[in-house]
């Protein structure tokens, strides 16, 4: 009698196995054809977007070369809108732009970002929301290639496709690649890919150029890079 419900169990358990192995192949398989489609409809999206205009300039901070360079553009290309992520001090970008006769009133300015990470982590968003398929990166050979694999991912992932420039710096740059960080950006960068399609961090401290309070600045004081020449 014992073996024989030792056997039945037995069974009974091999079946639960069964059931939950075909539920966890089928519950695969469906998600396969899903990712599938998403990348077929992405990489048609980025194709497409390839061909297009530049819908916006994204720079990234680090040098103020970038931001005189993107202020070059915004005066070449006034209705193009320009994210600058954690560049210099608001009223140093203001002044580049003035001195370049730049329009002001499409430059946002976002200063949550720490990291090259976190550049695109919360400007993604905002380029999301100017309705963007194809972005100018404003960056400099000594970050290179993990901003422009970082972006490309990202935004890649949401059918905008990067366009790298690439400003040349003046001395000794303080950043340096290393492969390790390298690897482990783009790392975090691929599994932050499929978090970001429901998840949309937005920065709390955004400012639109045209809106820097000057008076107050020159009140209370500032320094901008000696490379800008805005003594």
Known sequence: MKRKFTINLSISVRRKFRKLWELLRNLGWGLSCVLGIWLIFTTITLVSASSQRVDAFFVMGGSIRREIYVAQ?????????????????????WLIFQRQAAELQKVIVEKCANSTFENIYYGMPILQSWGVHKVKLITSPT?????????????????????????????????????????????RSLIWAGFSQFIQPQCSNVTKLV????????????????QAGLE
Request: hydrophobic fraction near 35%.
């Open 143 to 187: 970050h290179l290639p993990r901003a422009k694999w970082m972006t490309q991912i990202l935004l890649g992932s949401h059918g905008i496709w990067v366009e790298p420039d690439i400003v040349q710096e003046q001395g000794i740059p303080a950043n340096s690649e290393h492969w390790l960080k390298t690897g482990l950006d783009v790392t």
């Open 211 to 226: 809106d820097v309070d000057m008076s107050a600045w020159e009140q209370k004081g500032f320094h901008c890079e000696h």
């Open 73 to 93: 553009q915004a005066k070449q290309y006034p209705q193009t809108p320009v994210l600058i992520s954690s560049g210099s001090p608001d009223p140093c970008i």
